[in-house]
Every structure is written in C-alpha cells, then in structure tokens.
C-alpha cells in the first residue's frame, strides 16, 4: 500500500510540474456567430470537479513537455454533456500527463451551444474544434509539433465532440473556412464518449443540450457519427465500462463502423468504473490504468516514445 501511494503521489506532481505555457485565442479577430451579450464566464468548483460555462471567446491552453521525445500532439476536449466544461480532470491533468510523456498537448476550451449566445448555436461546438485543428496545424512549425499528427481525444461529451471532428472534416463548418488546411484529425482519443444520437443508446442529455428536445430525423443522423465513419476515419482508441451511464454501446458502434471501413481500431471495456474517472477517481480497480493501454497504442503507432 505504501508504494503504491508513493507511485500516486509521483504521478500526481508529474502531471502538476507541466502547467499551460500559452493562451491561444481560436478568434482573435472576432466570434463567429455572437451574439454580442454580455455574459461573464463562470468556472466553479464542487466536489474536486471545476465546471465552465459561458465560452465566449473559445481558446486553446498549450502545455509543452520540459524534454520533448515526440512530435505528435493532441488537442483535448473536456466532456461536461454539451452543459459545461470538465475543464481541469478532463482537460489540465490530461494535458499534464501528456507533457510529463514528451508530447505537447492543447485543452480545447469550446463554446457550448447555447442559444441565447450565439447564432446557429448547434454548430459552434465544432466550429471550435475544427478551427483549433486549423489553428494548430497553420502553426506547427511555431508550436514544434508536426502538421501530420495532430489528434483529437474527448471525454464524454468531449468525446462526441472529438468524433463529430473525425467524421465531418470534409466540410468546414461556419463562416471561417480555408481550404488550404485540412481539419482532419490524424488519430482519435474518445474515452467513456457519447458517439451516437439514436434515442435507444445515446446519452439524452448531451443529445439535448445540443440539438433541443425534438430535433429532426435528419440531425439525429447527422450528428449519430457511428453512421459518419469511412474509410478516411482517423485511426481511433477507445474506453468504456460496462456499468457506465453513457452507455459502452456507443464505443461498440464506433468500433463495428471503424471495423467495416478498415480503419484502425483499438478498444477496451472494463467492467467497472462508472463515468467521468479520467486520471482523477481511485479505487476503481483495472479501469485506473487505461491510459497504461493509451501509452502502448500511442508507442506502437509511433506517437510516443
């Protein structure tokens, strides 16, 4: 029991030495799709979880590795069911982890679909990720990571989000488009993640906050991106347990598309774990170590060292 605190308490201060080294501002020239109201962010913290809403001005938190062994980097969605952002477990302590392994990681902080703010409020969300993939991909050179492996990883609702960005990357969403920059992710990272929007499966929450209580047929299919995947998916990782309320199904039919189309695939389901764990809860048994899996599918495919 003593070494394994000691083994905690080291990867606790690993993953605290790697804090944000830059703000990225997604809009520098102006929010696509404000409304203009005047509305104050608000982060609050209960329970060890911190939750933003209000996004306004949508941002990416760089965090470089002290010694840098790999050129690939990773842009991170927090989950939070379209309502609000798990910013610091699933965003800061992920991007640390990733630091503390040599590979420079960016929090995506996103709009919410909140219709009182924004015109069109459904898209923003991936109006963000793709301009965070342009953004990152532009300036490669200057962040010194490689233009060809940029990924995407989501939690949750994240993770809807970081699939949505791997299954739509054909058209540029929204008002700023380039065609000179491709916002395809070149690998995928969804960890317990809402990926279907059929109502016998999806998480109805995340369903709703995005597209309202009654949304269409054609939107359900849209955005349900089990139903998007071809054979130009990025290679994808996935995690769930069984007894998680956002149900493993929707990691099953990922990976079933992902299987169909050829495109390289690893997932595991724990039986245990529950939702929302990240590298934050304890006592949860095998599902604690999936980022030791994450670390041996990034090393094969070439990403880590």
Not at 10 to 31: C, H, K, R, W
Not at 153 to 170: E, I, K, P, Q, W
């Amino acid at each position: 029991m003593k070494n394994i605190l000691i083994c905690l308490l080291f990867l606790s201060g690993m993953i605290n030495a790697y804090s944000q080294d830059e703000t990225i501002y997604l809009y520098p020239n102006g929010v696509p799709g404000s409304k203009g109201v005047q509305i104050q962010e608000e982060s609050i913290t209960t329970d060890g979880i911190t939750r933003v809403k209000n996004v306004t001005n949508p941002a990416l938190y760089m965090y470089q590795p002290k010694d840098k062994t790999s050129d690939a980097s990773v842009i991170i969605c927090p989950g939070g069911g379209y309502s609000i952002l798990a910013i610091d477990h699933e965003g800061y302590e992920i991007a640390g982890w990733f630091a503390s392994r040599g590979i420079t990681a960016f929090v995506l902080k996103y709009r919410l679909p909140q219709t009182n703010l924004f015109e069109d409020a459904e898209i923003r969300p991936l109006q963000d990720a793709q301009q965070a993939i342009r953004v990152v991909r532009k300036n490669a050179a200057k962040y010194g990571v490689s233009p060809n492996k940029i990924g995407i990883m989501g939690f949750s609702a994240g993770g809807h989000l970081a699939s949505t960005a791997s299954t739509h990357f054909n058209t540029q969403i929204g008002e700023i488009t380039d065609t000179g920059i491709s916002v395809r992710p070149d690998f995928s990272i969804l960890i317990y993640p809402v990926i279907t929007f059929d109502e016998t499966v999806t998480h109805s929450g995340s369903r709703g906050n995005l597209l309202g209580e009654n949304p269409s047929s054609g939107k359900i299919e849209f955005y349900s991106n089990d139903l998007q995947v071809t054979g130009t998916t990025p290679p994808t990782f996935l995690i769930s347990t069984t007894d998680d309320g956002v149900s493993p199904e929707n990691s099953i039919l990922y990976y079933q598309a992902c299987r169909k189309y050829k495109v390289p695939v690893e997932m595991h389901i724990y039986e245990k774990g529950g939702h929302g764990y990240a590298l934050k809860k304890k006592g949860l048994g095998p599902v604690e170590s999936w980022h030791d899996r994450l670390e041996d599918w990034m090393k094969e495919r070439k990403l880590m060292k």
